[in-house]
């Protein structure tokens, strides 16, 4: 057993701590008061404290406990002349004492710890770890911020790192950002895989050409595909990064297939707007050595004057599509249209995953591989949990590249919400400013979790910057994503629906919002986002920022808030999902798979290859039973019934619904209303309307309260003449029904879906339907979206015209095709 006595001298006294085993806190607290004596200032009062009492005790006391000390410690700092004269009280003694570097605060608190290269500054000062810890922690609960635990020791860890109390509580009002600080981590870039050379390649020699023209040398990864068999046809699941060159892998079989004779490539993806631009890219590219492309979308069956030139026939020998762009043409029989396939490009797999569409991504592969099964299939992704399971699931080879071609730095910067669009604009400044090694100015992506926020913000920044989102058309995306490659654009700003494959070179993503709608983004959603900074070709690094709100909650009032989101994200991995269906989604794609084969032996292969498992011998008979197919031995097809509801995409409860309406001879306009609203609609002065009535409307017209504030009471009184007559037009128009629940009913999008659908009927563009909008009732919508719902309107009225034949409606027929043939232009 050890004991330290430590003397902490003050203005009156000198505080005594004995200390036993070098623990932190004392045995007790003393109170020492000296007196000047003939032989030297002696102890003259010393007072002993425990358990909130004190009790007088004899000096010699003290004296017997100095004597006995196996160290005796003054703590440093303290009052000048109380520390010379208990010095000379020990010499008259006999004894000595150590100066000490003790932390102030823990005295203040009667305790003791050394100050040491552990301790923490604060306020030009040291203190310990520990009293810095409790200081934080103080200062962090009385910020009138609740910040979530992982964000509290986020502040820690910075703290023990920078040993600065005062710099890591700067953060906590981030406008002058301490680039040091935020800094999550830094992932460095890899090149050890060796590079081929483009001109050793066995490729055709136009084709070869092309290539020399852009770049003597292979990426690594594609290097890898190469080596694994990628020009021997051998079917790929290539798994790497954003910017490492995957998109070339397809081209490099896809395109050597076509002039090897052995087929035409087929290039899916998620995204209209992605088949857009690889449609733009895939035409510029390799038209001039004889290939002509072609697009497969769905937007293709509303004719507008700004698509006409896009080539849609499929006489070519690249067809880009979405997946149900392509999906559609083996459901309506017509696979035979697409001639000989040598490649299958399906790029963003992953979605395969997604709980809504991963089950027709599923299907449209299953359906290839039975019509095309000589093709090679080359399946790409940045973000797979699994590859080795999802390559041996796809029958394919893994192609693996896990490192990055350019250096990553992440930063997490926690701040309130007001100082975004200051932060974001320093940020984006400070990015625009550089320039690369390559000659290319620095430009950023901002994420963000809705269409409303993308313009908000582009319009809120004091920068050139652009909104860009799936609500918008074609030709408004292709002018920002032109100016962005010039190099003239310095941020674009966009949701996370957008974030895969768009090809946006941007070496800066800023995250405003960690949400997707109203759902937190999930691991492989954020990898994808976050793989968006930093392209090998531009940049010589990227940079990944993700702007936290402390106890920010996107939906309820349980779960996580978003500083402790970003914490999860930032640390976390993939998490691997098992693809599984719903009864209903595994009917709709049986049924279609019936379109492509009469073979139940066909079938059980088809759905064999798919990654969820189906009861076929089950799903076949409860479609047999609901005459959507016949069944006779082994052997299967569709009724007309089938045909319809296949081709349309139509889940077997949407074609009951169809055909129940038509047995009653419902108006197809109301038919197509009621399977499908259009209720992405906005109010177009919802600013102006929150200001009038001190209130906090949502921008969305059908969005739960907003009807509830506007016609509540005298609230239309407060809003100027032409507003409230636009919105008492609204009202009289749309929130007219008698039913209990109303407007809550659905009548009112029912109405006003109808109200799209006429409109377009009268000729008008989807850009004139908004204008129209915002003429007649004060309510936007983006022409994109309403494009999106047109097309859907059309394949129901299809789907409404075939079954009112199938059922001899003729009348109810021919007034569905009229309708439908408006809607179409």
């Not at 030009?124 to 964000?151: G, P, Q, T």
């Not at 409307?697 to 016609?711: H, T």
Request: charged letters at 25%; aromatic letters at 8%.
């Amino acid at each position: 057993m050890t004991l330290w006595i430590l003397a902490s001298p003050e203005r009156s006294k000198i505080i005594i701590l004995p200390i036993r085993d070098k623990k932190k806190v004392p045995l007790f607290v003393g109170e020492l008061i000296l007196r000047n004596t003939d032989a030297g200032p002696r102890p003259h009062k010393f007072k002993v404290k425990s358990d909130g009492k004190g009790e007088y005790r004899p000096p010699s006391e003290f004296i017997d406990l100095l004597r006995i000390a196996d160290r005796i410690m003054i703590a440093k700092d303290g009052d000048e002349k109380q520390t010379s004269e208990f010095v000379e009280m020990l010499q008259g003694f006999q004894l000595s004492a150590d100066l000490v570097n003790a932390c102030r605060f823990c005295l203040l608190k009667n305790r003791f710890n050394f100050l040491n290269r552990r301790s923490i500054r604060y306020h030009r000062d040291k203190i310990c770890e520990d009293c810095a810890r409790e200081e934080l922690y103080r200062m962090l609960k009385s910020s009138h911020v609740n910040y979530a635990d992982e964000a509290c020791q986020r502040f820690e860890e910075i703290m023990l790192k920078t040993k600065d109390l005062d710099r890591t509580m700067a953060m906590v009002s981030p406008e002058d950002l301490d680039r040091e600080l935020t800094r999550f981590d830094s992932i460095a870039a890899n090149t050890e895989v060796p590079t081929g050379k483009i001109k050793s390649l066995p490729l055709h020699k136009s084709f070869k050409k092309i290539l020399l023209a852009k770049s003597e040398t292979l990426l690594p990864v594609q290097s890898l595909s190469i080596e694994n068999g990628l020009l021997k046809g051998q079917s790929q699941l290539v798994t790497s990064v954003t910017a490492t060159g995957k998109t070339l892998i397809a081209e490099l079989a896809g395109i050597e297939n076509i002039l090897r004779g052995k087929g035409r490539m087929l290039y899916l993806v998620p995204l209209v707007a992605l088949a857009n631009q690889k449609y733009d890219q895939f035409t510029k590219r390799y038209s001039p050595i004889g290939l002509k492309t072609s697009i497969r979308v769905g937007s293709a069956r509303i004719k507008t004057a700004k698509n006409a030139s896009m080539k849609r026939t499929l006489d070519s020998d690249i067809i880009v599509g979405t997946y149900e762009g392509l999906d559609y043409l083996l459901r309506t029989g017509s696979a035979d249209l697409l001639g000989k396939i040598g490649t299958v490009v399906i790029d963003e797999v992953h979605t395969i995953e997604d709980s809504e569409r991963g089950h027709r991504l599923d299907g449209v592969i299953g359906r290839l591989k039975y019509v095309a099964p000589g093709a090679q299939f080359i399946y790409l992704s940045a973000t797979v949990a699994k590859p080795k399971l999802r390559a041996k699931q796809f029958g394919a080879r893994l192609v693996e590249y896990e490192y990055r071609p350019v250096p990553i730095e992440r930063h997490l910067i926690l701040c309130p919400e007001h100082s975004k669009n200051k932060i974001m604009t320093r940020l984006v400044r400070e990015e625009f400013a550089t320039t690369s090694s390559k000659g290319h100015k620095g430009q950023t992506i901002i994420f963000t979790n809705s269409r409303r926020n993308c313009h908000r913000i582009a319009e809120g920044l004091p920068i050139s910057a652009a909104a860009y989102h799936a609500g918008l058309t074609s030709q408004e995306r292709k002018k920002t994503e032109i100016a962005f490659l010039k190099g003239k654009l310095p941020v674009v700003v966009t949701t996370a629906a957008l974030a895969a494959g768009v090809d946006f070179p941007a070496s800066q993503v800023i995250f405003e919002s960690l949400a997707m709608g109203i759902e937190w983004l999930t691991m492989q959603d954020f990898l994808q986002m976050l793989g968006r900074a930093g392209r090998p070709d531009y940049h010589d690094r990227g940079e990944v920022v993700l702007l936290a709100v402390p106890n920010k909650k996107y939906s309820g009032d349980k779960g996580d808030t978003e500083d402790a989101v970003a914490l999860k994200l930032l640390k976390g991995e993939m998490e691997h999902t098992k693809v599984e269906y719903g009864e209903d989604e595994q009917l709709e794609e049986v049924l279609a798979s019936v379109a492509v084969t009469s073979s139940k032996n066909d079938l059980q292969n088809i759905h064999s290859s798919m990654l969820a498992d189906f009861n076929v011998d089950y799903l076949l008979g409860k479609l047999a039973k609901n005459k959507f197919i016949h069944k006779k031995g082994d052997l299967v097809s569709l009724t007309k019934f089938g045909k319809i509801a296949a081709g349309h995409f139509l889940s077997v409860s949407k074609a009951f619904l169809i055909r129940d309406s038509v047995l009653v001879e419902q108006d197809p306009i109301v038919t197509v209303s009621n399977l499908e609203f259009f209720d992405s609609v906005y109010y177009k002065y919802a600013n102006r309307i929150s200001s009038a009535l001190n209130v906090n409307l949502p921008s969305r017209v059908f969005q739960g309260a907003s009807l509830d504030i506007l016609f509540e009471g005298e609230n239309m009184d407060k809003l100027d003449v032409t507003l409230r007559d636009q919105l008492f037009d609204f009202a009289a128009d749309f929130l007219t029904c008698n039913c209990r629940d109303s407007p809550y009913c659905g009548c009112a999008e029912r109405k006003f879906s109808e109200k799209i659908i006429s409109i377009r009927a009268e000729g008008y563009e989807p850009e004139g339907i908004v204008k129209k909008l915002e003429y007649l009732y004060g309510i936007t919508a983006y022409p994109g979206d309403v494009l999106g719902y047109l097309d859907n309107v059309v394949r129901n009225l299809e789907a409404v015209e075939m079954i009112a034949s199938a059922y001899s409606k003729r009348d109810l027929s021919y007034r569905a095709r009229s309708l439908r043939k408006q809607v179409e232009g």
